[in-house]
């Protein structure tokens, strides 16, 4: 899928905590900021998240940052949907090159900071995880 990923100690310390207090597998997380971002393997979506969201919580006190958890997808278009859940995506463009894949998506107005995050940090994780499993270059988003 994607080249080596290389994790510093503290993704590898959040890593093993989501995983012990979640029972979810995780292939990728980004730490920015105040956020962290967790690539969990398809199908784990449930277990991660936990009655009414207990596990998630659970993560959220102990690390005392914001959490965002992902469920990975081989399919590029179902894994930039999955980026940005539960935020409606209206359309979903690529635009390749010879020497880059980008995406343009659409979302409606009221959406725009649910996509961006706080200080932007949705996004710049989004693009991230974009580009280290799907070779996506940019995400730009458009607002109608």
Do not use: Y
Not at 1 to 29: H, N, P, W, Y
Not at 111 to 119: F, L, Y
Request: proline fraction near 1%.
């Amino acid at each position: 899928m994607g080249s080596k990923i290389r994790l510093g100690s503290d993704e590898i310390k959040f890593i093993t905590l989501f995983e012990s207090m979640t029972g979810a597998t995780v292939v990728d997380c980004l730490q920015l900021e105040n956020t962290v971002g967790f690539l969990i393997k398809k199908g784990d979506m449930g277990r991660a998240i936990g009655k009414k969201g207990s596990n998630i919580e659970k993560v959220r006190k102990t690390i005392g940052k914001i959490i965002w958890v992902i469920e990975s997808d081989e399919n590029p278009k179902e894994f930039i949907k999955k980026l940005f859940e539960p935020v409606k995506i209206n359309k979903i463009q690529f635009k390749e090159t010879r020497e880059e894949r980008n995406v343009l998506i659409e979302v409606n107005k009221r959406d725009r900071r649910k996509i961006i995050g706080s200080e932007g940090s949705r996004i710049k994780i989004a693009r991230q995880l974009a580009l280290r499993h799907h070779k996506i270059g940019d995400i730009t988003v458009q607002v109608v």
